[in-house]
C-alpha cells in the first residue's frame, strides 16, 4: 500500500470512529424522544426503568424517564412464564460495555423458545436480539452463548439477565458506582433467581481512557467483592477486551489487557474470550469495534467453551 493510501484509510478510520457512536447516539435519543411523546399524548403513568434503552455512553440508569412496557412493546417481545430456580437451570448475568450489550450487527432469536429466556424488570421473555436490560438495539453473542449451553446439554433451561451498557468504564461498576447500584437494584429484583454465571466483556473504554492497570484491577475487585456481599458467588468469565477502532498506539501488551489477564485465577475467575486476540478484521464491523455476525458466534462459542469446561469439572468431581 502507498503512503498516501495508507493516510487516506486512517482518515476514513477516524473519521468512522467519531461519526459512528454519534449516529449511534443520535438515533437512540430520537427512538427515546418518539417514546415520550408518545407517553404524553396516552397519559402512561411514567415510571423510570433502571434497565432501559440508553445510548452508547456511560449515563445515570435513571437519565430517562421511559417505562418498561413501551420497551417491551417497540420490540415485539413474547412474555413467557419465568422458570422456578432449580439445579439445571443456567442464570447468566452480563455486565460490561457495548460489546457484552447490543451493538453487534446480525439480531438474533433463540433457537429454543420455550428455554431460553431474558429476564427483564420481574418478567421473561422468548431471548432474541435486543436483550431487554442492555444498552443498544442491534445484534450480541449471549443469545447464542445460551444455545450452546442448551445444545451441550449444560443447563436445561437459561435465564439471561443482560446489563451491558455502551462506553462504560469499569470504574461505574465498582462499589458506588451508578451501573453497580443499577445492577444490584435489578439482582434484588430477581432474587429468586441463583447466578451461576457472570460474563464480563469490557476494557475498551478504559483503554481509551489510559486507565492504569492498578486502577482497572482495584475496580474489578471492588466490583467482585461487591457481587459477593451480595451473594453472587458464581464463577466470573471475562474478556481480554481492548480494541475499539483504530488506535495508533494499541498494542496487544497494553496495561489494560495485562491488568485483564493477571485478574485470571482460574478459581473464581475465568477466561471466557480473548478477543483482541479472536478476532479477524471481519469478525469486526466497519467501526473496527463492534461484533461482526461472524464475531458474535466466535466471542459465543469462546465463553461456551469456558463454561462447559469449568462445569463439567465440576460435574466430574467425587
Not at 452508547?56 to 424517564?65: C, K
Not at 430456580?85 to 455486565?95: D, F
Not at 489510559?210 to 461487591?226: A, K, N, P, Q
Request: charged letters at 20%.
Amino acid at each position: 500500500m502507498t503512503p498516501y493510501a495508507e493516510s487516506q484509510r486512517r482518515g476514513l478510520l477516524r473519521a468512522t470512529r467519531i461519526v459512528s457512536p454519534l449516529l449511534v447516539i443520535l438515533l437512540t435519543l430520537t427512538f427515546i424522544s418518539v417514546r415520550l411523546v408518545e407517553q404524553k399524548s396516552t397519559n402512561v403513568e411514567s415510571e423510570t426503568s433502571s434497565t432501559g434503552v440508553v445510548p452508547e455512553r456511560p449515563v445515570s440508569t435513571n437519565a430517562f424517564n421511559v417505562t418498561s412496557s413501551k420497551i417491551v412493546e417497540s420490540l415485539n417481545k413474547s412474555q413467557v412464564p419465568c422458570p422456578n430456580q432449580a439445579t439445571r437451570l443456567g442464570v447468566l448475568l452480563v455486565i460490561g460495555q457495548s460489546n457484552s450489550a447490543n451493538f453487534a450487527e446480525k439480531r438474533l432469536t433463540t433457537r429454543y423458545p420455550n428455554q431460553v429466556l431474558n429476564y427483564f424488570d420481574g418478567k421473561c421473555y422468548v431471548a432474541s436480539s435486543p436483550l431487554l436490560g442492555a444498552s443498544g438495539s442491534e445484534g450480541e453473542f449471549i443469545t447464542p452463548l445460551a444455545d450452546t449451553l442448551i445444545e451441550s446439554k449444560i443447563y436445561d433451561e437459561i435465564v439471561i439477565i443482560s446489563l451491558g451498557v455502551g462506553g462504560s468504564k469499569v470504574e461505574a461498576w465498582s462499589a458506588g458506582g451508578d451501573l453497580n447500584r443499577m445492577m444490584f437494584h435489578v439482582l434484588d429484583q430477581a432474587r429468586g433467581f441463583q447466578i451461576t454465571e457472570v460474563i464480563w466483556h469490557q476494557g475498551e473504554a478504559d483503554f481509551t481512557n489510559r486507565t492504569s492497570s492498578e486502577s482497572y484491577i482495584r475496580s474489578f475487585h471492588s466490583l467482585s467483592r461487591t457481587l459477593a456481599d451480595h451473594g453472587v458467588t458464581a464463577p466470573i468469565f471475562i474478556a481480554i477486551a481492548t480494541k475499539c477502532g483504530y488506535d495508533e498506539i494499541w498494542v496487544k501488551q497494553n496495561d489494560i489487557a495485562v491488568a485483564q489477564r493477571s485478574l485470571i485465577d482460574n478459581e473464581t475467575v475465568f477466561l471466557g474470550a480473548d478477543t483482541d486476540d479472536l478476532l479477524a478484521p471481519n469478525d469486526r464491523r466497519l467501526d473496527e469495534c463492534h461484533l461482526s455476525a461472524s464475531g458474535q458466534l466466535k466471542v459465543a462459542a469462546s465463553f461456551a467453551s469456558a463454561i462447559t469446561t469449568l462445569v463439567s469439572r465440576g460435574n466430574d468431581s467425587p
